[in-house]
Each structure stands twice: as structure tokens, then as C-alpha cells.
């Protein structure tokens, strides 16, 4: 007994070395480690979108984030960020960190939705514009608390601790929404175009994909293959609606998308009632699988789909969006055509098929939304209407971003805003969009291909590796 007393004894010793040790370590490298300045960033306003007044403490310096979210570091030291006794993360320096860096992850996690909401709560800054500013409150030297484990509540009572009782805790949703538009936007340029004239560009005039290596293209009753050149390889261009779709006058198919050697496309009636994925062999352009769409999600049809072929989960299935639209949709919105709203979602298995998963609201409700396609997680969507939009969606959080409108060429507006392929090329161009145009007459005579470069990538790029292409 003695003997057992005595062992666990010894190993308690050699544990509290260990940690003794193990901190001696650190502060060791501390101080021998030059002190670096890194910077806290992520908050509101232009991107970066400095944060600053968040306290940080390791061996190597302590104080708050300045203007520019500057704050000092060793490298390979722990950092402790926290405001007040609220612990934010304890996480290692680098030049460049945000909230994200605290939750070890780029979900929305619980962490990362309670310290977004307390930022933005706690910020004095007016002018959102020049980011975020948190008075430097100092801890009261009682313990700290991990800010995951608090409940709005709590949350909140931390709040008016800190900054009186008049302080009010930001609504979730909101706060959440403020951060995503700041740490997804994103600036594009339009580089060049290509012109597809008369019949080139009918057989194109719906929207495209790509296997990354050639370019597929949509248009109202086929499909066509090329090259890099634009060359025909395969062409089904009006015999690609299944028969026994045409028999239920099924006669659209909308923007289409690419996935394991498979087009995805949306097809439709012009009654809507009939809303159908078909899939086609990429080789040969015939159809293989044909999956109907719940009709009443599906009211203003199916004008396109967007794979993310980089979701792929453990059992092999990927995610798939159409646009949700009801009734109660159109009644809400009647100066709209098409009002969208809502993301289909749905999971694609090429065993199992295509299943209803549900629907992800929007912040917003964007009109006559003709292609859609996903790119390193995110939505990104062409609309129709005067100024011919662009946008891009968070999946996760609903969150819509304007990117950008069309430019005239040649003075003269696109005619119509159709479907986009989203490839890099060796040009730097990722962004391709199509889009009706007309000669000075006003009369429509072909499309151009317009080729789009981003000259500023979102900030989220800085912070969460982007996934691997898997087309």
C-alpha cells in the first residue's frame, strides 16, 4: 500500500516538473525569441478591418491591439486574447490572426458566434469604417472565462459589466451577417471577352460548365462540348430533353453545372410545374439519370444548379443547390419575376442519387437569379435585372454580398445576364460570365463570354485554407 502511495507520489513530482519545466521552457523562448508585431483584423469596415482594444498576454509582451490591431508576440509562444475577465482563445502569434484563429476552425462555430457578437456589441467605433474599437478593459485579476461556455445571457451580463447596464448585446443573426460581409468580400475586374455571334451563340445562351480542362455550354433545348479554342468536340443541341420529359412539355434547360464526369441540368416547363435534374454523360452528352424536383420549392422552376464538388462528406455525398421559391414568395415580392430567397439543398450520391436535404434562407431576396455556381465554398450567382448583378452567397450563413454589375462594351448594356463557369486559367481570369448582347440596332445577335479576374481575394483566404479542386 505503502509502495503504491509512494509511486503515485513520485509520479505527481514528476508530472508538476514536467509543467514546471514545460513553462520554464516557454519563458525561456519568450525572452531569448525576438518580439514580433502581428495583427488582429476582422472586424468591420474595408478589409483588413483592424481590431483593436482586445487585451493580449503572453511572457513575451502584454498590453491591448492598437488602431491597426497591432499586438506583440514571440514566435511559438502562446498568446492569451481577452477582453475584461472573457477569455477569447489562447492561440500562438502570427502576423496576420481574426476570430477565426481562435476557433482552430472556419465554421461558424459557438465560439466564433460569441465573440463576433461581443465585438460587435462592444465596439465604440461609429464609423464602421475604419473597423472595430473596444475601450481597453483591463481583467479584474478574478479568473477568466472561456467565452464559449457563456449563454446569451451570460453574455450579456458581461456586456453590462463592462460597459453599463445601458449596453445592449447585439442580435446574433446580425452581428454574424456584419462579420461574413467583411471577411467574404471580395473585388473583380473584367479582363477580356469573347464574342459568340448568331447561331455560336444560341447554342450557348443559358449557361456552362467546365471538367477544368474544356468548356460545356446550355441552351434551351441542348448541350455542346469544346475545347479551350471554343471548337465543337460533341454537340446535342435538340434532342437533350429526355422524350418522355417533352411529353410532360417540359422544353428549358437552365444554367448547367460539371461533377464525376457528369453535366447536372435543371430542366422546366413554362408552367413550372414540371421541375427536373437530369444527368448527362460529359462524353457523350446523352442523358443517364433524370431525378424530379419537389414542385412546391421549385415554383418559378429551375433556372440553375451549382454542385460544390469539394463537400464531399464520408459517405461519398456531395451538396447540391437549386433556387426555393413558393407562392407565398411571389405574393410577398409582385414587383419581382423570379424572387429568390432561399437555397434548395440537397445531397447527391452517383449510387444513391439526389435527396431532399432542405432550405437555407438568404438575408435578401434577389430577382430573376439565371446561373449560379459554387467556387472554394461559396455561391456565386448572375441576376438578370437592370444593372445585371452579381452576387455571392454564404452557404452556411445565408449571408448575400453584392460583387459587381456587368459594364456596357461598346456602349451598348448586356441584353440579358445568363449563366457563369467558374475556372482558373493561366490568365489569372476565374469568373466567366455570359451574357445576351445586341448589335446597334437593339437587336439580339449573339453573346459575349466575359472573363473576370479577382483583384482582391476576401479575407477569409488569409485564414482558412481553401479546399482542394475536385472537378
Known amino acids: 500500500m505503502k509502495s503504491n502511495i509512494m509511486k503515485h507520489t513520485l509520479q505527481q513530482v514528476w508530472m508538476n516538473a514536467l509543467g514546471i519545466m514545460s513553462v520554464f521552457f516557454i519563458a525561456s523562448n519568450a525572452l531569448s525569441a525576438p518580439v514580433k508585431t502581428g495583427y488582429l483584423e476582422g472586424g468591420a469596415g474595408a478589409a483588413p478591418g483592424a481590431i483593436s482594444g482586445v487585451r493580449f498576454s503572453s511572457p513575451a509582451a502584454t498590453g491591448f491591439t492598437d488602431r491597426n490591431g497591432a499586438f506583440q508576440y514571440a514566435q511559438g509562444v502562446p498568446v492569451q486574447f481577452s477582453i475584461g475577465d472573457v477569455e477569447l482563445g489562447v492561440i500562438r502569434g502570427a502576423p496576420e490572426i481574426s476570430p477565426f484563429s481562435f476557433t482552430k476552425s472556419c465554421g461558424m462555430t459557438d465560439r466564433l458566434k460569441n ?3 461581443f465585438l460587435y456589441s462592444l465596439n465604440e467605433n461609429p464609423r464602421l469604417s475604419d473597423g472595430l474599437a473596444i475601450y481597453a478593459y483591463a481583467p479584474s485579476g478574478r479568473r477568466f472565462v472561456d467565452i464559449k461556455t457563456l449563454t446569451p445571457k451570460a453574455l450579456e451580463a458581461q456586456l453590462k459589466q463592462l460597459a453599463g447596464s445601458d449596453k445592449k448585446l447585439m442580435d446574433a443573426d ?4 456584419a462579420f461574413v460581409r467583411l471577411i467574404d468580400d471580395e473585388q473583380w475586374k473584367q ?3 469573347n464574342e459568340f455571334n448568331w447561331l455560336t451563340g444560341l447554342y450557348r445562351s443559358q449557361g456552362g460548365a467546365t471538367d477544368g480542362d474544356s468548356w ?3 441552351w434551351q433545348y441542348g448541350l455542346e462540348a469544346t475545347d479551350d479554342n471554343y ?8 434532342n437533350a430533353i429526355p422524350e418522355r420529359l417533352r411529353a410532360e412539355d417540359v422544353n428549358h434547360i437552365g444554367d448547367i453545372d460539371y461533377y464525376g464526369g457528369k453535366i447536372f441540368a435543371p430542366l422546366e416547363d413554362e408552367k413550372y410545374l414540371h421541375p427536373y435534374i437530369v444527368l448527362y454523360n460529359a462524353q457523350t452528352l446523352k442523358y443517364q439519370d433524370i431525378y424530379p424536383l419537389p414542385q412546391y420549392a421549385h415554383r418559378e422552376g429551375v433556372p440553375w444548379i451549382a454542385v460544390d464538388k469539394d463537400s464531399k462528406d464520408q459517405y461519398g455525398n456531395v451538396t447540391v443547390y437549386t433556387s426555393y421559391t413558393t407562392e407565398q414568395d411571389k405574393q410577398l415580392h409582385p414587383e419581382m419575376i423570379r ?3 432561399r437555397l434548395n ?4 450520391h452517383p449510387m444513391e442519387g439526389l435527396k431532399y436535404i432542405g432550405t437555407i434562407p438568404l438575408t435578401q431576396t434577389i430577382d430573376r437569379v439565371y446561373g449560379a455556381k459554387v467556387y472554394e465554398g461559396m455561391i456565386y450567382a448572375s441576376s438578370d435585372t437592370s444593372d445585371k448583378d452579381y452576387y455571392k452567397m454564404n452557404p452556411e450563413t445565408g449571408t448575400v454580398i453584392k460583387l459587381f454589375a456587368l459594364e456596357p462594351i461598346r456602349g451598348r448594356k448586356p441584353a440579358e445576364a445568363k449563366g457563369l463557369i467558374m475556372r482558373t486559367l493561366q490568365d ?9 448582347k445586341t448589335n446597334k440596332w437593339g437587336i439580339k445577335d449573339g453573346l459575349h463570354f466575359r472573363h473576370h479576374k479577382r483583384v482582391q481575394p476576401p479575407l477569409r483566404n488569409r485564414f482558412c485554407p481553401l479546399p482542394a479542386s475536385s472537378v
Open 216 to 218: 460545356f455550354f446550355s
Open 339 to 341: 424572387p429568390f430567397k
Open 174 to 177: 446580425a452581428a454574424m451577417h
Open 231 to 238: 471548337d465543337v468536340k460533341k454537340e446535342n443541341h435538340r
Open 428 to 436: 489569372g481570369t476565374e469568373m466567366h460570365t455570359l451574357d445576351i
Open 345 to 348: 439543398k440537397f445531397a447527391y
Open 115 to 117: 465573440i463576433v457578437r
Open 191 to 193: 479582363v477580356y471577352f
